[in-house]
């Protein structure tokens, strides 16, 4: 059975610094995506990744996948409060298969 | 709007009660999966159907049933409630049968409140 684990589940930052979020799973596949999902709301595509070595960025949210690890990053840079949301990476074999989410909260 | 489209968007209803469901896929889109995010299960897979065939299933309750209609929409029915059914229930759709690079695209989710 596909596991995938994010770490940290929280992470309450200040503005301005930068953080990874970190994103571990435990069986082959090459697709891998994050989402941010606001209170309440739905899940909004931010990266689709979908090679070994895959880096992609928008914005202050960089993303990368090691298919070898089996590990995928998602680096905020320079955070701000508009950031704060859950995060969730997702990996894809017959369905998406969701780690716990990390509750980010960027700070003043 | 993402083009998923689903509702209602929220259901309050008693204990013992049957709701269904409805998603609307985006327009070209095959596939259909229904998620349940609840507070101490996270995001779970329910079931996928794609072009009217049931193509997988999760952790999906034996009261709970869905079928997808020749329009592509989709409905999940959800029977004898309990208070632990609660939860936001999201529908995805695809293209195909796997997300590839498009991805899965998700719909504003239903709130199911069973009081």
């Known amino acids: 059975e596909l596991k995938v684990e994010q770490n940290p589940l929280f992470l309450s930052m200040q503005e301005g610094k930068n953080y990874t979020i970190y994103c571990n799973y435990s069986?082959?596949?090459?697709?891998l995506y994050w989402y941010r999902q606001d209170p309440g709301k739905s899940l909004e595509s931010l990266f689709v990744?979908?090679?070994?070595?895959a880096v992609k960025q928008e914005g202050r949210l960089m993303a990368s996948l090691d298919t070898k690890a089996r590990l995928s990053t998602l680096h905020i840079t320079a955070a701000v409060h508009d950031l704060s949301a859950t995060y969730f990476c997702?990996?894809?074999?017959?369905?998406?298969?969701f780690g716990e989410g990390t509750q980010l909260t960027v700070n003043p | 709007d993402s083009g998923v489209t689903q509702t209602p968007k929220h259901l309050i209803t008693a204990t013992g009660q049957r709701v269904t469901l409805r998603c609307s896929p985006r327009?070209?889109?095959?596939?259909v999966y229904w998620y349940q995010q609840s507070l101490d299960q996270g995001l779970q897979f329910l079931i996928q159907y794609y072009n009217g065939e049931e193509r997988a299933k999760g952790n999906i309750l034996e009261r709970f049933s869905a079928q997808q209609f020749p329009d592509l929409h989709s409905e999940l029915n959800l029977s004898s409630l309990e208070l632990g059914d609660s939860a936001l229930y999201f529908c995805?759709?695809?293209?195909?049968?796997?997300?590839?690079?498009?991805?899965?695209?998700f719909g504003s989710g239903t709130r199911l409140t069973v009081v």
């Open positions: 990744l979908l090679s070994n070595g």
């Open positions: 069986t082959t596949s090459d697709r």
């Open positions: 997702a990996v894809a074999r017959s369905r998406l298969t």
């Open positions: 327009s070209g889109d095959l596939s």
């Open positions: 995805a759709s695809t293209p195909s049968g796997t997300g590839g690079g498009s991805g899965y695209t």
